[in-house]
DNA sequence: CAGGTCAACTGGGGGA
DNA sequence: TCCCCCAGTTGACCTG
């Protein structure tokens, strides 16, 4: 028996699977989750194995495309003797139903039962492929946001690697300033890096501990080396 | 033919 | 214990 063409399903697009899988009745356990709804046969688990039905795959695909809204009473999904289906073929969505999805997954990225039901009938699929397009597409999600975050975080490093190198220099820069023998350092200090003493209001003598200040005048403003202390230069 | 995509499977974890 | 979700995996199919 072919429970798809039972409930109109594209025979084309879906699997042949036992008969009553997720049809209310089953009950996954631990460690046997997925077994009885899905090995049947020689259903292997993903990526079944098929045979007969295979060859005619892809003309059959290929006419899909041309006509993908269509309802399918025909079949390729055969029985032998035994009773053993032969057409075994993976499920490619039409575009109708993925697009049905995706509105509903746009809704809410997780389904009730209820919710499930009802999406599996109007698709005309079974609960259980609904629950694993849900999913997968939550996986897909899940990816796409791990790549822009990490897409975020290279340009945020990108970002702070040029900054460290800019400071570094900068540093290099005052250091070098600061040890250059042929001028006073208040000389060699960039005016920016200037700060009157919030003190004294004179400018610091950084180099040395003595009391000599590097101004003969006392005039206002005076300013200070940011370097050290604000008031050793007082 | 290699690599990508995707439906489906497996096994483990956790909530009720 | 049941049921659902997730991460990882498989294998069919597609595409360049």
């Known amino acids: 028996m072919n429970p798809c063409n039972n409930l109109g399903f594209d025979p084309i697009l879906t699997l042949t699977l036992s008969s009553d899988h997720d049809h209310g009745v089953n009950k996954r356990k631990h460690g046997d989750h997925h077994g009885g709804l899905y090995r049947q046969d020689s259903v292997s688990g993903g990526g079944s194995s098929f045979s007969v039905a295979s060859v005619s795959v892809k003309r059959e695909r290929e006419v899909k495309s041309e006509e993908s809204e269509r309802v399918i009473s025909a079949t390729s999904v055969e029985e032998d003797d035994d009773g053993v289906i ?7 969505l039409t575009k109708a139903q993925s697009a049905l999805l995706e509105q509903a997954f746009k809704h809410h990225s997780t389904l009730n039962p209820k919710q499930k039901q009802e999406l599996a009938r109007e698709l005309k699929l079974r609960p259980r492929q609904v629950e694993v397009w849900f999913q997968n597409r939550r996986a897909r999600t899940k990816l796409k946001q791990t790549e822009v975050d990490c897409e975020y975080l290279k340009k945020c490093c990108e970002t702070l690697k040029e900054e460290n190198t800019r400071l570094h220099k900068e540093l290099q820069e005052l ?49 200070f080396n940011p370097f050290t202390n604000p008031s050793p230069a007082c």
């Open 86 to 92: 032969n057409g075994r073929k993976k499920l490619r």
């Open 175 to 223: 250091k070098a300033l600061k040890m250059s023998p042929t001028k006073p350092l208040y000389m060699q200090l960039p005016a920016a890096t200037l700060t009157m003493c919030p003190s004294c209001e004179r400018i610091g003598d950084t180099t040395s501990t003595t009391k000599t200040r590097p101004f003969t005048m006392d005039t206002k403003p005076h300013f």
